[in-house]
C-alpha cells in the first residue's frame, strides 16, 4: 500500500520508497524524499517563484531519461503553476515555492532545473550564470582554474560571484544582477567565454563543437537564454551515484587538486550546510544585485 504523508496541510502519496534508485550505492527513493525534505530550507529559496523544468529519471541514473516541462497530469490542484512565454506560445509550469510542493514534485523522482528569471518577469535575469564543463581528459580541476580567471573578471567588473559544483563533472559560477534582459546577459556572457578563450588558449574554448573540446574547458554561455535552465542549488543529479550541484568556497576551488575533492552526494550536504550555511544565500540578497556592466567585454 503507497503510503499516505501529510505535509503542511496536504496528503500526498508517496510510492516505492524501498525501490533502489542508484544501485552503485543503494540509495533508495525514500533516502531521496528525506534528502529534499531536509535540504528543503535552501533548496526552496532558489526555486522559489521560478519555473521547474524537471530530468526525470524514475528508474534511476540507467533507466529512462526525459525533461518534462508542461504540468504533468494528476498534478493537485493546490500546486502553483505560471505562464511561460515559449516560442510556440505560452505553456504551463510547476512552481516549486513550499514543502509540500517539493515533495509531491520530488516523489516524481527528478532533477530541478530552473530559468535565470522569475516566474513574474518572464526573459528578466536576475543572475548571470556561466556553466564550466570539462572535455576529458579535463575534469573539475581545469574548470576551477578557468573559473578563478572568470571569477577575477566578474569581479574586476563590479560583480559579486559565488561558486557551485553541477552534480555532474563541472563547475557553475552564478552573480546576482538587477533585473536585466537575458539577451542582454547572454551577450556579456558571450564576451566573457571569448575573453576568457582569448586569455587562456590552451585552457578554454567558448564554442560548443566537440571537436574543439577535448582537454578544454568550454564556457557555456547559452544558459543565460530565456529559454534555458540550470541545475538548481542543492538538487540531486541522474548520475551513477547520488551526486548534489552543491554550493563551494572560493578556497575550495582555489585548492583542487584531484576530482574527487569537489564530488559531493547527498550525505554530505546537511554537515555542509551546518558548518558554512547556504553559501549562495547572497544570490537571493537584492542588497548583493549589481547592474549589467554597461560596456560588456569585447
Same mark, same amino acid.
Not at 526555486?47 to 540507467?62: A, C, K, M, Q, T
Not at 533507466?63 to 490542484?77: D, E, H, I, L
Not at 563543437?209 to 542549488?233: E, H
Given at each position: 500500500?503507497?503510503?499516505?504523508?501529510?505535509?503542511?496541510?496536504?496528503?500526498?502519496?508517496?510510492? #516505492?520508497?524501498?525501490?533502489?534508485?542508484?544501485?552503485?550505492?543503494?540509495?533508495?527513493?525514500?533516502?531521496?524524499?528525506?534528502?529534499?525534505?531536509?535540504?528543503?530550507?535552501?533548496?526552496?529559496?532558489?526555486?522559489?517563484?521560478?519555473?521547474?523544468? /524537471?530530468?526525470?529519471?524514475?528508474?534511476?541514473?540507467?533507466?529512462?531519461?526525459?525533461?518534462?516541462? #508542461?504540468?504533468? %497530469?494528476?498534478?493537485?490542484?493546490?500546486?502553483?503553476?505560471?505562464?511561460?512565454?515559449?516560442?510556440?506560445?505560452?505553456?504551463?509550469?510547476?512552481?516549486?515555492?513550499?514543502?509540500?510542493? =517539493?515533495?509531491?514534485?520530488?516523489?516524481?523522482?527528478?532533477?530541478?532545473?530552473?530559468?535565470?528569471?522569475?516566474?513574474?518577469? %518572464?526573459?528578466? $535575469?536576475?543572475?548571470?550564470? !556561466?556553466?564550466?564543463?570539462?572535455?576529458?581528459?579535463?575534469?573539475?580541476? @581545469?574548470?576551477?582554474?578557468?573559473?578563478?580567471?572568470?571569477?577575477?573578471?566578474?569581479?574586476?567588473?563590479?560583480?559579486?560571484?559565488?561558486?557551485?559544483?553541477?552534480?555532474?563533472?563541472? =563547475?557553475?559560477? !552564478?552573480?546576482?544582477?538587477?533585473?536585466?534582459?537575458?539577451?542582454?546577459?547572454?551577450?556579456?556572457?558571450?564576451? =566573457?567565454?571569448?575573453?576568457?578563450?582569448?586569455?587562456?588558449?590552451?585552457?578554454?574554448?567558448?564554442?560548443?563543437?566537440? #571537436?574543439?573540446? %577535448?582537454?578544454?574547458? /568550454?564556457?557555456?554561455?547559452?544558459?543565460?537564454?530565456?529559454?534555458?535552465?540550470?541545475?538548481?542549488?542543492?538538487?540531486?543529479?541522474?548520475?551513477?551515484?547520488?551526486?548534489?550541484?552543491?554550493?563551494?568556497?572560493?578556497?575550495?576551488? @582555489?585548492?583542487?587538486?584531484?576530482? @574527487?575533492?569537489?564530488?559531493?552526494?547527498? $550525505?554530505?550536504?546537511?554537515?555542509?550546510?551546518?558548518?558554512?550555511?547556504?553559501?549562495?544565500?547572497?544570490?537571493? #540578497?537584492?542588497?548583493?544585485?549589481?547592474?549589467? %556592466?554597461?560596456?560588456?567585454?569585447?
Amino acid at each position: 500500500m503507497t503510503p499516505i504523508t501529510e505535509v503542511e496541510g496536504r496528503r500526498l502519496a508517496l510510492s #516505492n520508497l524501498e525501490k533502489v534508485l542508484y544501485p552503485a550505492t543503494g540509495f533508495t527513493k525514500g533516502e531521496m524524499l528525506h534528502y529534499y525534505a531536509s535540504t528543503a530550507g535552501s533548496l526552496l529559496a532558489h526555486l522559489y517563484n521560478r519555473p521547474v523544468s /524537471f530530468l526525470r529519471f524514475p528508474d534511476g541514473p540507467d533507466g529512462q531519461r526525459f525533461f518534462a516541462k #508542461n504540468v504533468p %497530469p494528476g498534478t493537485p490542484s493546490w500546486v502553483r503553476t505560471a505562464d511561460v512565454p515559449r516560442s510556440d506560445g505560452n505553456a504551463r509550469q510547476i512552481v516549486v515555492n513550499d514543502l509540500a510542493t =517539493l515533495m509531491w514534485a520530488a516523489n516524481l523522482v527528478t532533477e530541478f532545473h530552473t530559468p535565470q528569471w522569475q516566474a513574474d518577469t %518572464p526573459a528578466v $535575469a536576475d543572475r548571470l550564470v !556561466l556553466d564550466l564543463d570539462p572535455g576529458a581528459p579535463a575534469t573539475v580541476v @581545469e574548470c576551477c582554474r578557468a573559473g578563478l580567471w572568470l571569477r577575477d573578471r566578474l569581479r574586476a567588473d563590479g560583480l559579486y560571484v559565488y561558486a557551485k559544483t553541477s552534480g555532474s563533472k563541472g =563547475l557553475h559560477l !552564478l552573480c546576482p544582477l538587477e533585473p536585466t534582459p537575458s539577451d542582454d546577459v547572454t551577450a556579456y556572457a558571450k564576451g =566573457l567565454a571569448k575573453d576568457a578563450e582569448r586569455a587562456l588558449p590552451a585552457l578554454v574554448v567558448h564554442r560548443m563543437a566537440r #571537436n574543439l573540446r %577535448p582537454g578544454k574547458v /568550454f564556457v557555456d554561455f547559452s544558459q543565460n537564454a530565456a529559454a534555458k535552465t540550470t541545475a538548481t542549488p542543492y538538487t540531486l543529479r541522474a548520475r551513477p551515484e547520488p551526486t548534489v550541484s552543491t554550493p563551494v568556497t572560493w578556497e575550495e576551488v @582555489e585548492q583542487c587538486g584531484a576530482p @574527487e575533492q569537489l564530488v559531493f552526494r547527498a $550525505a554530505d550536504i546537511a554537515p555542509r550546510l551546518q558548518r558554512y550555511g547556504d553559501l549562495l544565500g547572497p544570490l537571493i #540578497n537584492a542588497n548583493r544585485a549589481r547592474p549589467l %556592466p554597461r560596456s560588456g567585454p569585447s
